[in-house]
């Protein structure tokens, strides 16, 4: 990495890019245009890192974009850039002053390059977003029927609910397929536990696996124990932060895991035989089963290179 950071601060109508070194900013609109005329102004400046916030989606088309056409790309959590403007003093929020603070992040701190998805697995995002929205819809639905009482009302929305529970079926029914033939589907055969919902994760929200070292990816993904000490204390290491969508399916993977499988369970029981605390056990079986997929995606990776 060298020392140009570039910013870009994601709206839905435009882009505000901002050079830390040369206390520039510059707004282009969300659009292919937008991202050319980009393009053309930051490449000159030669960056070494360009980052942008996660925005709910937003981001995702000018990412690729910006990907594709050389720039160095970097991806953070909004938490990590708020954090880090409160740090250096600067408590007003604007546009502007986001992406300047998204240029200082590049210019000080060395992040993870963005893994683009291939066209198979930015279809298979969409799909998987449908189903998580299904999935949270009829609980919702469900929580709601038990406080109805009219028969007509529970009647309508068990036909809503009923809707919802065929076109969840259909959706998963994609995803199935969608995942059948991936390396990551190879590799969750050989542990019980990692199932169609954590492969579609694993491709659409967690591309880094098996390109980063163990201790990153466990850190990545929210798992990894931080410490906490200072001066003569010491304090109990914590896991926190990281990417909620593969830390929740990781945790329902490693429950699993936990009971049935021939090297995850011996691992949780002999914590448990030690006396550690069933969650400290169960947050140790997530940390080495990203640790494990990590490894064997790795050895995949290598051998496709290699055939």
């Not at 020392?3 to 870009?8: E, F, L, N």
């Not at 683009?116 to 299904?134: E, G, M, N």
């Not at 056990?281 to 790795?298: E, F, G, H, S, T």
Request: proline letters at 5%.
């Amino acid at each position: 990495m060298n020392g140009i950071g570039a910013g870009v601060d994601v709206s839905k109508a435009y882009l505000d890019v901002a050079v830390f070194q040369r206390n520039e900013v510059k707004r282009f609109d969300n659009g292919a245009a937008g991202w050319r005329a980009l393009v053309r102004w930051l490449k000159p400046y030669g960056p070494g890192q360009v980052v942008l916030e996660a925005t709910g989606g937003y981001e995702q088309r000018a990412l690729g974009a910006l990907h594709d056409a050389g720039l160095p790309m970097r991806r953070i959590n909004p938490r990590q850039a708020r954090f880090f403007a409160r740090a250096t003093g600067q408590l007003a929020k604007t546009d502007r002053i986001d992406a300047k603070t998204l240029a200082h992040v590049a210019s000080v701190i060395d992040l993870v390059p963005f893994q683009p998805l291939d066209a198979d697995a930015a279809k298979l995002r969409q799909y998987k977003s449908r189903r998580d929205h299904l999935v949270q819809n009829i609980a919702t639905e469900k929580q709601r029927r038990r406080q109805l009482i009219d028969p007509m009302l529970r009647a309508d929305l068990d036909a809503h609910i009923e809707y919802m529970e065929r076109a969840l079926h259909r959706v998963e029914q994609v995803i199935s397929d969608l995942i059948k033939d991936t390396p990551q589907a190879r590799i969750a055969q050989t542990i019980k536990g990692v199932g169609p919902v954590m492969i579609a994760t694993m491709i659409c929200e967690l591309p880094e696996l098996g390109h980063l070292n163990r201790k990153a990816i466990a850190k990545l993904v929210g798992v990894a124990p931080l410490n906490r000490d200072s001066g003569l204390f010491a304090g109990r290491r914590t896991t926190w932060g990281g990417r909620a969508g593969p830390r929740s399916a990781l945790y329902m993977s490693a429950v699993t895991a936990a009971r049935y499988d021939h090297l995850l369970k011996p691992f949780y029981e002999s914590l448990i035989g030690r006396g550690k605390p069933k969650k400290l056990a169960l947050v140790a079986v997530m940390r080495k089963l990203i640790v494990i997929l990590n490894a064997r995606m790795r050895e995949a990776m290598a051998m496709s290179a290699t055939a």
